[in-house]
């Protein structure tokens, strides 16, 4: 089955920085990219996904890149904000049917610091 | 709120206790899920429900049984639990099984096993 590894664990950059995290994935199949952000005693929320007929997909301080070849993603925060400060998953899947569930990363939690 | 109620938010219960947790969504939606979350380790997969039916059960034991009456509810009954099981027990649900449009996520239920 599929296994998603994401690094760093933790991450701590000052405001004004960018943040980025790293996800690879094992399943060649898998072609659904999806990245969440817990804020702490909060649900998971989805921010940003990337299907891979996709090479990079940006909206506003948040973009994700896909590499299908090395089967790994990553996710690029620029300009960070002290509200920024979360745990982030990227997740992958199949896409569609009993394949579509997400299979998720630990998380990396993001300290932006003012 | 999202769209995904669940209740109770906290639970404490004991080894020889039975409880249930409850999840309940308006959104339409024809999947729904129940994820385990740990602390330092991935979000879990623990159940999935297409269409009421369960399609799904990653070896999970024999103590978290679900229940599916219809596509907008779903229960965890817990029975026998070990503290182990003590952690964040999140519902999802999304438009199908397959996740192209992600997943909306309950804000959780903590469950302490004592």
């Known amino acids: 089955g599929e296994n998603v590894e994401q690094h760093p664990s933790t991450l701590s950059v000052q405001e004004g920085d960018s943040a980025v995290i790293k996800c690879t994935y094992s399943?060649?199949?898998?072609?659904?990219f999806p990245w969440y952000k817990q804020e702490l005693g909060k649900r998971p929320q989805l921010i940003i996904d990337?299907?891979?007929?996709?090479g990079e997909k940006k909206d506003q301080r948040i973009a994700v890149t896909l590499n299908k070849t090395a089967k790994h993603f990553s996710l690029h925060i620029t300009e960070t904000q002290p509200e920024d400060s979360a745990v982030y998953f990227c997740?992958?899947?199949?896409?569609?049917?009993?394949?579509?569930?997400?299979?998720f990363g630990k998380g990396t939690k993001l300290s932006v610091k003012p | 709120e999202t769209g995904v109620t669940q209740t109770p938010r906290h639970l404490v219960m004991g080894m020889t206790n039975k409880k249930s947790l409850k999840c309940e969504q308006h959104?339409?939606?024809?999947?729904m899920y129940w994820y385990k979350q740990s602390a330092k380790k991935p979000l879990e997969l623990m159940f999935v429900?297409?269409?009421?039916?369960?399609?799904e059960n990653n070896s999970v034991p024999s103590r978290f049984s679900p229940e599916c009456p219809n596509s907008s509810h779903l229960f965890l009954h817990l029975h026998t639990l070990q503290p182990e099981d003590s952690a964040l027990y999140l519902c999802?649900?999304?438009?199908?099984?397959?996740?192209?449009?992600?997943?909306?996520f309950g804000s959780g239920t903590r469950l302490t096993v004592v």
């Open positions: 399943d060649s199949a898998s072609n659904y």
């Open positions: 999802a649900s999304s438009q199908g099984t397959g996740s192209y449009y992600g997943y909306t």
């Open positions: 429900y297409s269409l009421e039916e369960r399609v």
């Open positions: 959104l339409g939606h024809n999947a």
């Open positions: 990337i299907r891979s007929n996709v």
């Open positions: 997740a992958a899947s199949m896409g569609g049917g009993s394949q579509g569930n997400l299979i």
